[in-house]
């Protein structure tokens, strides 16, 4: 069963909004310098830098040239952190049907109640985004792996929205602009049948093994 591994900046992400729902930081609050807040999360700088990305295209922060990182939104660093929640229940709730799949003959009551609950989470994820995930693998051949999302232009390119990458046995959710698409990948993502034919020319310039 793959592991869900969560980037380390995107954790991060999710402590300064936290503590900024919290009141620990005030809107319009100037926070220190990105090394500052690396050494308070105990994490690089790089990864500081990214967190506060991560913050600031979701309009949360606002980085101001010489003087630190502003904070403009406590109501959008409580939506980020909802999201993110409702994103990791989602799926563990999947994780554990798996498991459940293997032991069917063991316990069916408790798989049925998974399955419920599953149901009932992915109504109120579909209520924000109706659409359903698909779930592709680019050719090991395509000129496109080893780059970030960012870099990319996915979504300009697109249309489609990447919420997952399985590499190996680990599952990262909400890659973000900074992750990198590898050989062997599997991507997870939401569009339209149009950003599905996107995906396939984007990558391999034909139609490949989208689900």
Do not use: C
């Not at 996915?154 to 680990?170: E, F, M, V």
């Amino acid at each position: 069963m793959p592991k869900i591994k969560e980037p380390r900046y995107h954790k991060i992400a999710q402590d300064i909004a936290e503590a900024i729902v919290t009141k620990k930081f005030e809107v319009g609050q100037k926070l220190h310098a990105r090394s500052t807040l690396a050494a308070t999360f105990g994490v690089s700088a790089e990864t500081a830098r990214k967190a506060i990305s991560v913050l600031a295209d979701l309009d949360i922060v606002r980085p101001v040239h010489g003087s630190g990182v502003e904070v403009l939104s406590r109501e959008k660093a409580r939506d980020f952190l909802a999201q993110a929640k409702e994103s990791r229940n989602l799926q563990e709730t999947h994780s554990q049907i798996k498991a459940l799949i293997a032991k069917q003959k063991e316990n069916l009551t408790n798989l049925d109640e998974s399955f419920s609950l599953l149901l009932d989470q992915t109504q109120r994820v579909r209520q924000q985004n109706p659409m359903s995930p698909f779930e592709y693998v680019p050719n090991n051949q395509s000129e496109k792996l080893n780059q970030s999302i960012g870099s990319l232009n996915i979504w300009q390119n697109t249309g489609a929205t990447i919420i997952a990458i399985l590499h190996n046995d680990n599952l990262i959710l909400s890659p973000g602009p900074y992750a990198n698409i590898l050989p062997g990948d599997t991507i997870y993502f939401v569009g339209s049948d149009k950003s599905v034919e996107a995906m396939q020319q984007f990558f391999d310039g034909k139609q490949n093994n989208i689900k």
